[in-house]
């Protein structure tokens, strides 16, 4: 099959029967024309609108709200406006919906949202704690983390808040989930071995294995969009500071390096950049930073709380 490539937008002719010749002019201002009934197909390929986000929470309109703002921290818009406190953002990995956490029911409960704000829904319902954390690569499932059962657990459930199942079970917390790449494993720390530590298990939860082993609390893994690598918060160094891991465990190297507690890493869609929370400038603010730590640069700055950073995995419109 002869394809010809032309850039602006995408779509496919084709069995064509007819006899037609086509100009078509390109960028130089040159042209070139062909008979129709050469080709099977005519592909154009698309040109990306819109522009990678970052959503994240912040209490600076008196409590806690979802907020939206370009990558260099420009353009921040609220997307919940309630009296109750919103937090936690997850994409989904088409970038059309966000996962999150709300009180606005008296307890914690899982909702999703469009990503402009509007047409939010609660997905979960019972008086325990449901807290919203990973989407499946295949936009399949979200998984969460819920005390329904007592204690922390990881649960997996529909997009539309159908089918919750429990993955973990035992009397320790497990919780932070964050779904692989490729779909088959899902991280998260558990305090299953006596203090938080860094796991992965089988997206059906079977086959847990540790991936840290020390003293110290180590938090909140997030694997690389290539799936080579974890990064996770822990305080081994007397502090909480961002590290990275390849994703067997090996080779941990810490990436941040400041007094101040430096919390939530987000990956960037190409794995070049890491987001991340600190309180280094004396109130929690989000920065970026290149994935090995050179080079952290500041995006939010007001008296108020900015956390939880989640870059969208596609650009926004």
């Known amino acids: 099959m002869k394809n010809i490539v032309l850039l602006t937008f995408s779509i496919v002719l084709s069995e064509l029967s007819f006899s037609q010749t086509m100009t078509v002019h390109k960028s130089d201002h040159t042209a070139m024309s062909f008979q129709l009934t050469q080709i099977d197909s005519i592909t154009f390929s698309s040109t990306p609108v819109g522009e990678y986000k970052i959503a994240f929470y912040s209490n600076r309109d008196t409590n806690q709200q979802i907020y939206l703002m370009n990558i260099d921290g420009t353009n921040q818009q609220r997307l919940s406006n309630n009296t109750y406190n919103d937090h936690a953002p997850v994409w989904s990995p088409n970038g ?22 509007t047409n939010q829904q609660r997905l979960t319902n019972n008086p325990a704690d449901d ?8 936009g399949s499932k979200i998984g969460f983390q819920s005390t329904r059962d007592g204690n922390w657990e990881i649960y997996v459930m529909n997009p539309d808040g159908t089918n919750q199942q429990r993955l973990t079970n035992n009397t320790a917390e497990d919780s932070g989930p964050h779904w692989s790449p490729d779909g088959t494993k899902i991280a998260f720390y558990s305090t299953r ?12 939860g079977t086959n847990p294995q540790r991936l840290t082993n020390n003293s110290a609390e180590e938090y909140y893994p997030k694997w690389s969009p290539d799936g080579s690598k974890i ?10 500071e961002i590290y990275v891991m390849n994703s067997n465990g090996t080779n941990p190297q810490r990436l941040t390096n400041n007094p101040a507690d430096d919390e939530g890493p987000s990956w960037s869609p190409d794995g070049s950049k890491i987001a991340f929370v600190t309180n280094r400038d004396g109130n929690y603010e989000i920065y970026v930073m290149n994935a090995d730590g050179t080079n952290p ?3 939010t700055n007001n008296s108020s709380r900015d956390d939880y950073p989640a870059w969208s995995p596609v650009r926004i419109k």
């Open 193 to 204: 071995d006596g203090n938080p530590e860094i796991y992965i298990m089988n997206a059906d």
């Open 231 to 240: 990064a996770f918060i822990s305080n081994r160094d007397g502090n909480f």
């Open 96 to 117: 059309s919906k966000i996962a999150f956490s709300s009180f606005r029911d008296g307890n914690f409960e899982v909702y999703v949202m469009n990503t402009d704000g």
């Open 297 to 299: 640069q500041r995006l």
């Open 131 to 138: 807290r919203a954390t990973t989407w499946s690569p295949d």
